[in-house]
Structure formats: structure tokens, C-alpha cells
């Protein structure tokens, strides 16, 4: 399953500028990677990016009803803090998702390590939006490169 999985990271803050189309661009790199026979999108659940990619692949599903979105979350209580719109929002991812997993009960000083690993683990191909070479996206890229994974980076 790894050889048809395509795992995504990215920022939780995007620039509004960089933002405009990048629904586009990730619904473009998923078609060819559906084009070569994944099937399996795993994405984190975090705002920002994965938010982005998440919708792009529930988006595509309509038309290639074969794919699979899975949602690999750090723990329970991943949303505590955040804005009721957001709340909102990977409710509703979540509740049109195929699968969804926790790495932890609870919220750990390693929990989203864990998710990230995980993501990384179960995948061939890795699809981000990286500008800096530091932060949880940074080690996420590395990581996946230190894998193996094939790395597709939109920003």
C-alpha cells in the first residue's frame, strides 16, 4: 500500500498571495500521482496546508471515486484553541473522510512528531509547501527524504 500512498505537509500560515491557486496546483500534482496509481492521501489535519490538501483530494474523489483520503491526527484534542470557523471546517473533513487515526489520546510534547512520522512511514511519495528550512515542515521534509520518499514541493 506504501507505493500508492502520498503523504502532505506544509505551513500553517500561508501567505495570502502564495495561497491564490495552490488548490489548483495540489489538485494538478494529485491527478498525475492518481495518473501513476496512488490511491491512499494521507494528510495530518492541521490548518493551512493539510486543510488545503484535504480538500483538494475530497474535491477530486467525486470524480475519481477510487482515492482515498486518510487523516492521520495528533491526538483527541488537536482543535483546542482554535477558531470556530476552523473548527468547522476539519469537522467537516473529517466527517468525509475515508479513515482517520490518532497517534495519541491526548496532547504529548511529541504527538505531532508522531503524526508526521507516521504520514512519512506509510508513504512513497511526499507532496508539501515548504519555504523555510525550519519548523515541524522542515523536519517533516527531511525526514521523508532521509526515507526515500519522492518530494514534490509547491511553494
Known amino acids: 500500500m506504501r507505493d500508492k500512498t502520498c503523504c502532505f505537509t506544509g505551513h500553517r500560515r500561508i501567505d495570502k498571495a502564495k495561497q491564490e491557486g495552490l488548490r489548483e496546483k495540489l489538485k494538478a500534482v494529485i491527478i498525475g500521482l492518481i495518473d501513476e496509481d496512488y490511491r491512499y492521501f494521507g494528510v495530518g489535519g492541521a490548518i493551512g496546508f ?24 495528533p491526538c483527541e484534542n488537536q482543535t483546542k484553541g482554535w477558531k470556530e470557523s476552523d473548527i468547522e471546517i476539519y469537522e467537516n ?45 522542515a523536519y517533516t521534509v527531511k525526514y521523508a527524504r532521509e526515507k526515500g520518499l519522492r518530494i514534490i514541493n509547491l511553494a
Do not use: W
Request: charged share 30%; with cysteine; glycine share 2%.
Open 50 to 73: 493539510d486543510t488545503e490538501a484535504a480538500l483538494a483530494v475530497l474535491e477530486l474523489r467525486e470524480v475519481y471515486p477510487q482515492i482515498r483520503l486518510i487523516l492521520v491526527f
Open 93 to 137: 473533513i473529517k466527517a468525509r473522510s475515508d479513515k482517520y487515526v490518532y497517534v495519541s489520546k491526548e496532547y504529548t510534547s511529541d504527538c505531532m512528531f508522531k503524526r508526521n512520522r507516521h504520514l512519512v512511514n506509510n508513504s512513497s511519495v511526499c507532496v508539501c509547501f515548504l519555504e523555510s528550512e525550519k519548523g515541524g515542515t
